[in-house]
């Protein structure tokens, strides 16, 4: 897992859960939508979180197509 993941409860658009960012040090930010739950925060950061881990940001596919597989599963 990245050294450093910085986590922003973001007020975000209705239907966006969230999303991360890798920055170019290498570290990487989740942004929350502070509008859902704090089950669905937690959720949603675990989300995130699984993406971080599984290096899904050093792979070449769409967003889209990464997301549909990782649902998928």
């Known amino acids: 897992m ?3 993941i910085g ?4 007020d975000l658009p209705h239907g966006v859960r969230g999303y ?13 939508n502070a509008r859902m739950s704090c089950e669905m925060q937690i959720e949603t950061y675990n989300h995130e979180i699984a993406h971080i881990d599984s ?3 050093s792979l070449c596919d769409e967003i889209n197509s990464l ?3 990782r649902h998928a599963i």
Do not use: C, K
């Not at 986590?7 to 973001?10: A, E, F, Q």
């Not at 991360?20 to 989740?30: E, F, M």
């Open 7 to 10: 986590v922003y409860l973001v």
């Open 55 to 57: 290096e899904d940001f």
């Open 20 to 32: 991360t960012i890798r920055n170019d040090d290498g570290s990487h930010s989740v942004i929350i």
């Open 67 to 69: 997301e549909y597989e």
């Open 2 to 4: 990245a050294e450093y």
